[in-house]
């Protein structure tokens, strides 16, 4: 029962999605599910930071204009 308790918890993923525009620059959605029992938001936070400076080293950074 408990596997089962668990399987329907984590039912949502984490996912990127990585769009290129019309003018070439590129635009990125990050997703990051979390039990806010069991992880600290701002360990959360810090990741998502991370995988987004990774993605403006390797996409470039067009989103300041």
């Given at each position: 029962m408990k596997l089962e308790a668990e399987e329907l918890q984590n039912d949502k993923q984490d996912s990127i999605e990585i769009s290129r525009t019309a003018r070439g620059s590129y635009t990125w959605k990050i997703k990051r599910?979390?039990?806010?029992?069991?992880?600290?938001?701002?360990?959360?936070m810090n990741h998502i930071e991370m995988i987004d400076k990774k993605l403006k080293e390797k996409f470039g950074d067009d989103k300041n204009g």
């Open positions: 599910y979390y039990d806010k029992s069991q992880t600290n938001a701002d360990d959360v």
